[in-house]
């Protein structure tokens, strides 16, 4: 949308304050106030903001996903809309008892790893990869992805959480 000023109708400016006034620059005024209030709404009330606005949130959960070792498996997703998310996560491995190398997680690739000498006995391990920028200019499709290094069985579940920063 754009917003141009009533060139033909110049303001008058006869208040001591020098405040302009005519009808159409009153209305051109509100018109750009009234644009810049909702391009760049957000919530201050406590409520969830609206789809498509500054400070919406999704989230899902999926899970339990077996692993197969040294292979990065897909754990839940999110459609995202168009525009700049935050997209975090977290993932928690269930491993039984066998050998286990590392652990990693990220979105969309494994961008955080655990490595260390984990005990041979059955465990739990989380990981909570790094908030990951995702600017789309159209619906795509974002993954919570983990990756293990194991002899044994490891399965995983997660959470995958999105807010729109602008």
């Known amino acids: 949308m754009v917003l141009e000023p009533p060139v033909h109708d110049p303001p ?25 209030a909702t391009v760049h709404a957000g919530v201050t009330d406590g409520s969830d903001a609206a789809a498509g606005q500054i400070g ?26 168009a525009g700049d ?4 996560g977290n993932v928690q491995f269930s491993a039984g008892a066998g050998t286990h190398t590392f652990f990693g997680a990220g979105i969309t690739a494994v961008d955080t790893l655990t490595a260390a000498t984990f005990p041979t006995t059955a465990l739990a391990q ?3 990869p790094a908030t990951r920028r995702v600017n789309v200019t159209a619906t795509t499709t974002t993954w919570l992805v983990a990756e293990a290094s194991f002899a044994g069985t490891v399965t995983v579940t997660g959470t995958i959480r999105a807010r729109r920063a602008r």
């Open 56 to 81: 919406e949130y999704m989230t899902a959960t999926g899970g339990p996903v077996a692993l197969v070792s040294g292979s990065v498996a897909n754990v839940v997703s999110l459609a995202l809309t």
């Open 85 to 88: 998310w935050d997209v975090s």
């Open 126 to 128: 989380a990981i909570s």
């Open 12 to 36: 008058l400016t006869d208040y001591p304050s020098g405040q302009r006034h005519s009808q159409a620059w009153t209305e051109y005024h509100q018109s750009v106030s009234d644009t810049l």
